[in-house]
């Protein structure tokens, strides 16, 4: 919906209700629009998930060293033996009696999904001076984060890694609000990850001179796609914003059309998906699986990872597309190993 105008907005709103009613008075799908408020499930799954700790997972088996900080409760400590098992550094975990955070996800018969998020132990424990302590007590080289901490630690986690010299990458996911993103001091964002709906999200927040996404041609040997055109226009109409600064590099990915990268000071890149070995079974963790191995790349190449960075965003999406051909979010992400 987010790219349609609010009229049309309307208009989708009354089709998606006027469909509904039509299915519930026709008697498909009862269960639907009935007024009964207990449903009883036909199956139940548990796995490990929360961007920040896919990510991790995925920087581990990229290769990366890397440390995760967050906060998990007593009922949480099997997900981090998976986290363990791949790699992930755990000193900074934060254990509390809990609960740990979750998204409880609904999924309907017709794959149709309707998700509660649970900030759990994470939005409660990580106050700014915990995240002061382990910034400063952890060396580090590279900052990845997203939004799933107290907004004012991710805030200041961005600021402490920036001074001191960290490359910070920052997935802003699930979607700050409109106020948090226009005072978001972004001299210390070095890397944006965003998808499609993220990129028009920080364009309407940040556009306050009212302008529109102005058509972009895309260069001449990218695909012709009109998805992958829109996103491009949505890119370079974000850049274009005075409020929002040159110095930061932007990389979206696209699902099935692969990634495109405006880095900072250096040329426009696209990379399609990787091509499937197997049907795509499970996207769920995809764009976790890319962050992570597109941090790990930077990890590894260094200062020449500006140069590099068609290698490495090749094999990012190389590792995404196993990703979403196995089930599950950080359980798919592959080992290095495995993409030779
Ligand atoms: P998010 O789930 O964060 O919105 P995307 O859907 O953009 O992330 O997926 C992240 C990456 O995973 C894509 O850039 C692409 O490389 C890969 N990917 C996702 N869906 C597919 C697909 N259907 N086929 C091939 N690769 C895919
Ligand atoms: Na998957």
């Given at each position: 919906d987010t790219f349609k105008e609010p009229s049309?907005?309307?208009?989708?709103?009354?089709?998606?209700?006027?469909?509904?009613?039509?299915?519930?008075?026709?008697?498909?799908n009862k269960w639907?629009?009935?007024?009964?408020?207990?449903?009883?499930?036909?199956?139940?799954?548990?796995?490990?998930?929360?961007?920040?700790?896919n990510q991790a997972v995925s920087i581990a088996k990229a290769g990366g060293r890397v440390a995760f900080f967050g906060a998990a409760g007593l009922d949480g400590t099997w997900m981090l033996d998976d986290m363990k098992a791949?790699?992930?550094?755990?000193?900074?975990?934060?254990?509390?009696?809990?609960?740990?955070?979750?998204?409880?996800?609904?999924?309907?018969?017709?794959?149709?999904?309707?998700?509660?998020?649970?900030?759990?132990?994470?939005?409660?424990?990580?106050?700014?001076?915990?995240?002061?302590?382990?910034?400063?007590?952890?060396?580090?080289?590279?900052?990845?984060?997203?939004?799933?901490?107290p907004w004012q630690s991710t805030l200041l986690a961005l600021q402490k890694s920036h001074a001191r010299g960290a490359t910070t990458f920052f997935n802003p996911s699930p979607m700050p609000s409109p106020e948090q993103l226009r005072a978001l001091p972004w001299s210390t964002v070095n890397w944006l990850i965003v998808n499609e709906g993220e990129a028009k999200g920080l364009y309407d927040a940040l556009n306050t001179d009212g302008g529109q996404v102005t058509a972009h041609a895309t260069p001449s040997s990218w695909?012709?796609?009109?998805?992958?055109?829109?996103?491009?226009?949505?890119?370079?109409?974000?850049?274009a914003l005075s409020s929002f600064p040159n110095s930061v590099s932007l990389v979206c990915t696209l699902g099935h059309l692969g990634v495109v990268v405006l880095p900072a000071g250096s040329e426009t890149l696209y990379v399609p998906a990787a091509q499937l070995q197997k049907p795509v079974l499970d996207t769920t963790g995809a764009g976790d699986c890319f962050a992570g191995y597109f941090v790990a790349g930077f990890m590894e190449k260094g200062s020449e990872a500006v140069k590099e960075l068609e290698e490495i965003v090749t094999l990012a999406v190389k590792a995404a597309g196993v990703c979403v051909t196995r089930p599950g979010a950080s359980g798919s992400v592959p080992f290095r190993a495995e993409l030779s």
């Open positions: 049309q907005r309307e208009d989708s709103k009354k089709q998606i209700k006027k469909h509904l009613e039509e299915r519930y008075t026709s008697g498909k639907f629009f009935t007024p009964l408020r207990t449903l009883s499930s036909t199956r139940y799954e548990r796995r490990a998930g929360g961007k920040g700790a791949a790699g992930a550094g755990l000193d900074g975990l934060i254990k509390n009696e809990g609960p740990t955070g979750r998204a409880i996800i609904q999924l309907s018969p017709e794959g149709e999904n309707s998700i509660v998020l649970l900030g759990g132990a994470n939005t409660d424990r990580i106050s700014q001076t915990k995240c002061d302590h382990l910034l400063t007590s952890t060396p580090h080289t590279h900052l990845l984060i997203q939004n799933e901490i695909p012709e796609d009109p998805t992958l055109a829109r996103a491009f226009s949505i890119l370079v109409s974000l850049r």
